[in-house]
């Protein structure tokens, strides 16, 4: 059974830092492209980062993030990071980490975890 496990969120001041993990099973996470994405009140779902599972093609960032979030995987711990710096109060939302369908992050999506909630304020 394919699972997608977030942790790390919570609460964090304009300006400073969080780190977000994806831990993943009942799949071969090697193989597979990860991407981030997250949904704010009232607003759309929207992906901004996913890394695939070759170095021979790009992680992709959206400019909203780009500079400030970094995405990473540990394929010996079936693990997908996500360090967020500089965060700022519309990084607000639950985040989400979700498996394409192999490991290009142009394919489709497979598989979603449940979300963990963020919020920048002070």
């Not at 980062?49 to 780009?66: F, N």
């Not at 985040?95 to 394409?100: D, H, Q």
Request: net charge positive; with cysteine.
């Amino acid at each position: 059974q394919v699972q997608l496990v977030e942790s790390g969120g919570g609460l964090v001041q304009p300006g400073g830092s969080l780190r977000l993990s994806c831990a993943a099973s009942g799949f071969t996470f090697a193989d597979y492209a990860i991407g981030w994405f997250r949904q704010a009140p009232g607003k759309e779902r929207e992906g901004f980062t996913c890394i695939p599972s070759s170095s021979s093609e790009e992680i992709y960032y959206a400019d909203v993030v780009k500079g400030r979030f970094t995405i990473s995987r540990d394929n010996a711990k079936n693990t997908v990071y996500l360090q967020m710096n500089k965060l700022k109060p519309e990084d607000t939302a639950v985040y989400y980490c979700a498996a394409r369908t192999g490991g290009s992050c142009h394919l489709a999506l497979r598989s979603w975890g449940q979300g963990t909630q963020v919020t920048v304020s002070s």
